[in-house]
């Protein structure tokens, strides 16, 4: 329970942000109160806050821990806030107006590529629309699915919004795919089912209209589904070099399963719960993470389909996926630093890389996007240690990483 602080003689106090950052598992887990003696209490207000009389309100607790803790699982990401002061506030705000504004370049992302193949189904040339995976673009879609869930638990509006225009727009790509004949109908009917479910139960979740168990149940669904669909998709990006079965799918689908139903009927051990909501958090990222990988995969096995990609398309996923980064960084949210620098990364100037390696952009293009991505990223790095008082500009990402 989130505890609130009101000092009579207004004493300052730092502001510490509760984490509403959850991984996906809801199951209870066992809360070990920590609780003052009364006498120690007293010897600590007096020394400490020097007999000022503070109130408490909600649960009653000692002190709160400075010490940054590990950020590896989502339920561990929290802002660290130390020392808080006029710069500290400011960075705050302007991380929150980046990740607000990275919704203009996700809402055009998907436009140059839908317009592209808008002009080549209409042309006939089917064949261009082979650049574009299904496999990755089915990857990115369940990982925005999963990570629209997961941000609608922090209540955090401004990446709500980005997830929901990335499933929108995904998943015109994918009707798209289904047209030109390049992705398998049965495929896109099931996946049609999913996301129109996904997105009608995250609605009402948003606007407290869901149940809890039918959220739990959803919860329980994209676990399941994420684990069963990330080993199995990899897989098949290196099919025919690889052979073509569905024995990684089934076998996580199936560890997935009894994982789930041993915690439903309370079999599971407190540490094995914990794993399993570590587990279903990541794996949408991981699963949004591989559709840069089988993308690029596919410029490799055919480089004259590259022509099929919009160079812009790729430079507003990297500026998109850039100004998230600044505030993923400051409240030490691993799961999205991760992701979002790795679409940077991979998905935008890797692509980026292979349009011109196979000259289909310029080299001025091609560095000053790659110039202003390494400047960026940089600047936020630099940016956030200062804030935080840090001499080193790696000691930010040292401490979301390993929590100290």
Known sequence: ????????????????????????????????PFVCTESHFRRIVNNKLHSKKTIFSGQSVCCYRLKPVSALSSDDTHPINQVRGQSFDQWDSLTAK?????????????????ILNTRNLLAGNKSALLAIPWLGMLTGLLGNISLLSYFIKKRETEAVVV????VISMYVVILQLVIAEAMPLPHFIVTSIVIASG?????????????????????????????????Q??????????????????????????????????KLSEKGIGILGFVSGWTATLLFMWMPVSQMWTNILNPENVKGLSAVSMLLAM???????????FIRDLMWFTGSTWSCVFYGWGNLICLYCFNNISREFF??????????????????????????????????????
């Open 98 to 114: 980046f990740a607000a504004a990275a919704n203009l370049p996700f809402l055009l992302l998907q436009l140059p590529q839908i």
């Open 199 to 231: 997105l009608v139960l995250n609605f009402m979740r948003y606007f407290h209209l869901l149940d809890g168990e039918i959220w739990h149940f959803w919860e329980e669904f994209i676990t399941i589904g994420g684990l069963s669909a990330l080993p």
């Open 163 to 166: 997830q929901m225009l990335g």
């Open 233 to 266: 998709v990899m897989w098949s990006t290196f099919v025919p070099y690889i052979p073509h079965t569905v024995l990684p799918g089934f076998i996580a689908f199936s560890t997935a399963v009894v994982a789930v139903f041993l915690a439903r009927m309370g």
């Open 1 to 32: 329970m989130e505890a609130s602080f009101f000092s009579v003689d207004k004493v300052p106090l730092n502001n510490y942000w509760p984490s509403h950052c959850c991984s996906f598992s809801s199951y209870p887990k066992k809360l070990e």
């Open 367 to 404: 560095l000053a996007s790659s110039f202003g991505f390494l400047a960026w990223i940089g600047i936020t790095v630099w940016r956030d240690a200062k804030v935080h008082g840090y001499n080193s500009p790696f000691s930010s990402l040292k401490e979301m990483i390993f929590g100290h």
């Open 319 to 329: 500026i998109g996926n850039g100004l998230l980064i600044p505030r993923a960084l």
